[in-house]
T-cell receptor, first 117, second 114 residues
Framework: EAGVAQSPRYKIIEKRQSVAFWCNPI?????LYWYQQILGQGPKLLIQ????????DSQLPKDRFSAERLKGVDSTLKIQPAKLEDSAVYLC???????????????FGPGTRLTVT | AQSVTQLGSHVSVSEGALVLLRCNYS??????LFWYVQYPNQGLQLLLK??????LVKGINGFEAEFKKSETSFHLTKPSAHMSDAAEYFC????????????FGTGTRLTIIP
């Protein structure tokens, strides 16, 4: 079974530029998450999708961040314009809805490391 | 709202010694609890989880954790450290019911001394 795929793995941009990250979840997983992991901190949820609908985007800085999951499969996270404090690793995760507690797990991709200069 | 506190941002143990990484949580409803490991330049890998049932849970690579409701703790242990255990470890909590987003602690970097 293929894991969660993300691209690019690394990105360096200047502040005020735009950037986009792509995530392809595990096949059949209805729920998709984007987390931001700043150096020295734990991951923080930015947005959660259930199929192509948004479940939780309460911590997404909507003035500069946007995300979409148009067909309920892969997803794109965009930052426009980027700030220095956006330097972080952006992690994508997916899972099945909680059908059975013992099987519940979020699967993470390798992440995209963004450096804003 | 739920939260996680990991005591000790850096822990060093000798190879073969006991590993103990501490995690305390706060949750207004029954939680799911997780430990994830992150190796350099990689994503997060699930070590173990507590959902319901037995409070002592065993995971991969010889790790285990015990859910103690009275202490709101979920400490991670391994009897004998191996060099390959050097990594960042994250404790996380999600709700048993409702939005299952993960709330993470700040992580503990484990260093193994040869």
């Amino acid at each position: 079974e293929a894991g969660v795929a993300q691209s690019p793995r690394y990105k360096i941009i200047e502040k005020r530029q735009s950037v986009a990250f792509w995530c392809n979840p595990i096949s059949g997983h209805a729920t998709l998450y984007w987390y931001q992991q700043i150096l020295g901190q734990g991951p923080k949820l930015l947005i959660q999708f259930q199929n192509n609908g948004v479940v939780d985007d309460s911590q997404l800085p909507k003035d500069r961040f946007s995300a979409e999951r148009l067909k309920g499969v892969d997803s794109t996270l965009k930052i426009q314009p980027a700030k220095l404090e956006d330097s972080a690793v952006y992690l994508c995760a997916s899972n099945e809805p909680k059908l059975a507690e013992e099987t519940y797990e979020q699967y993470f991709g390798p992440g995209t490391r963004l450096t804003v200069t | 709202a739920q939260s996680v506190t990991q005591l000790g941002s850096h822990v060093s143990v000798s190879e073969g010694a006991l590993v103990l990484l501490r995690c305390n949580y706060s949750s207004s409803v029954p939680p799911y609890l997780f430990w994830y490991v992150q190796y350099p330049n990689q994503g997060l890998q699930l070590l173990l989880k507590y959902t319901t049932g037995a409070t002592l849970v065993k995971g991969i690579n010889g790790f285990e954790a015990e859910f103690k409701k009275s202490e709101t703790s979920f400490h991670l242990t391994k009897p004998s450290a191996h060099m390959s255990d050097a990594a960042e470890y994250f404790c996380a909590v999600s709700l048993l019911f409702g939005n299952e987003k993960l709330t993470f602690g700040t992580g503990t970097r484990l260093t193994i001394i040869p």
